[in-house]
């Protein structure tokens, strides 16, 4: 819930401690123009003062807010990464290494190869789609997590929650379907219906489009989904999908 400053309560104090400050004027006694003088140029600092610590509280938070919502955002963005990486290289064999192609390219040489895999074995259709699964099962769990928060986002006025929220049901919906049809071996779905995940995604945050790569290759695949997993939390990450 965003915090509005009360800026005419501020203007409203400001203008009784001038009133009071300008009665100075109107009173003969030194001592009591003294005393009336000192307590409107006291009210006006206050004023002053408050009216500017919340201006500067209210921007750090909103500073603070966006940090939080950027660093929940990118979690998204790591996983989608990791999707991406992980469709690429499990393209292995399938043209060369150093190819570079779009995510939509990777899926589809991916989804016309699905009768011509083996469908078991180290290189079979069933192992690629599973290691693909991983980074879907994260993304249903990366909805969870944004969808507990609900809460706390209304406070930190994260924008267009609402719609926000009615997206990430309907994408865990859709991961939860994706998951289904590899748990019924329809593999070609399967690949089909991960790729509506990365669109309806991009659909919806058209701006984090340019923090995934628009074209890259196997080798790169490769040697990104390595970071991830010498990286801490991404090793987490690849435990738990």
């Known amino acids: 819930m965003k915090y509005k400053i009360p800026h005419l309560l501020y203007v409203l104090l400001l203008l009784v401690s001038i009133v009071i400050t300008a009665l100075t004027f109107f009173i003969k006694d030194a001592s009591w123009s003294a005393v009336v003088a000192s307590v409107g140029a ?79 074995g180290q290189h079979s259709i069933k192992r690629r789609c599973s290691f693909i699964s991983g980074s879907v099962e994260s993304l249903k769990r990366q909805i969870e997590i944004f969808q507990s928060q609900s809460a706390t986002l209304v406070y930190q006025d994260f924008p267009d929650l609402e719609p926000s929220l009615q997206f990430f049901e309907l994408l865990q919906f859709h991961c939860w379907g994706t998951l289904k049809q590899l748990e019924t071996e329809d593999y070609k779905a399967f690949i089909d219906t991960t790729y509506i995940l990365y669109l309806g995604f991009i659909n919806e945050f058209p701006q984090y489009k340019d923090d995934l790569p628009d074209e890259y290759s196997i080798n790169e695949a490769i040697k990104l989904l390595n970071e991830y997993c010498s990286h801490p939390k991404s090793k987490n990450e690849s435990t738990k999908g």
């Open 42 to 120: 006291g009210g006006i600092a206050s004023v002053v003062v408050a009216w500017l610590l919340d201006y500067r509280k209210t921007i750090i938070q909103a500073i603070e807010n966006k940090a939080r919502h950027e660093e929940l955002m990118w979690q998204f963005i790591r996983i989608y990464r990791r999707l991406m990486s992980r469709v690429a290289s499990e393209c292995y064999g399938l043209c060369e290494k150093d190819e570079r192609h779009s995510f939509q390219f990777w899926i589809q040489l991916l989804s016309s190869k699905v009768n011509s895999l083996p469908k078991e």
